[in-house]
C-alpha cells in the first residue's frame, strides 16, 4: 500500500484521501462515522505537520538569532526587541495515537468492501506501487500542495513530488494579473521568504505548482491555492 513515509507527503497524501474517501463511502458501505473520523484525524495530522511543528520551529530560529546577537554583538549593532510569542491555529480536537495504524485497518475494510473497485482504489491513492518503486510517472499528473503561512510573512507550502524530480512554483499577490516564478524546488517543503509588499499589513498570495522532469515542466498546474501572509 503505496504510504507515504515522510510526515510532509503523508499529510498531502492524507488530505486527498480524506476527501475522496467522503466521497466513496457511502457507495461502499461506509457510515458518517467512518467519515468524520478520517476527517478527525486529517485535521489532527495536517495541524501538527502544517502548522504547529513548522510555527515553532520557525519560532525557535528567531530566538536562536536573537539570543547569538545579544550573545556576540556586533558591539554598537541594534539589538530589537524580544521575538514575539509564535502566532498558532487552533488546535482541532483530540484524537487517540494511532493514525497510521488507523488508516491501514480502514484501507483493509475498504478492499473487503462489495462495492470496491480497482478505479475507487486508485482515485483514493490505496493502489498502486510504494513510493520509490521503479514505475514511471504518469505525465498528466498533477502535485498535490497545501500552503500554510507561518511567522515573519513567510509562506510554507508543502507539496508531493511523486517520482517526479521536483516542482514548478509560481505566485501572484492581491493585485497582481500575472504569474512570478519563485524557482524550482526537489524536496517539500518551499518557504516564501519575501518580504511584504506593505511593511506590517497582512497580504494574500496565490500559488500554483507544476511537477518537473529533468527540469522541464509537465503535467498540469495544481489549482490555485492561497494563504495570508502576516507580520
Known sequence: MPIPRTDNDL???????????????????????????????????????????????????????????????????????????????????????????RLRQLVARIKAAPGYTEAIGFDLGIVGTDAGGSNAPTLSAKPTVKAHAIANSQVRIDFSKEKFDGVLIESRRAGETGWTSLGTDNFSPFLDTRPLLEAGKPEVREYRLRYLQRDEPVGDWTDIITATARP
Open 11 to 101: 499529510m498531502i497524501w492524507y488530505r486527498n484521501f480524506t476527501a475522496r474517501f467522503a466521497a466513496h463511502a457511502t457507495a461502499l458501505g461506509f457510515s458518517q462515522a467512518d467519515v468524520a473520523a478520517v476527517q478527525a484525524d486529517d485535521a489532527m495530522l495536517s495541524y501538527l505537520v502544517g502548522d504547529l511543528l513548522p510555527t515553532y520551529t520557525s519560532a525557535l530560529q528567531a530566538r536562536t538569532a536573537y539570543k547569538n546577537r545579544i550573545k556576540d554583538g556586533p558591539l554598537g549593532s541594534p539589538g530589537g526587541s524580544l521575538p514575539p510569542a509564535p502566532p498558532s491555529a487552533a488546535a482541532p480536537a483530540a484524537v487517540a495515537p494511532g493514525v497510521v495504524p
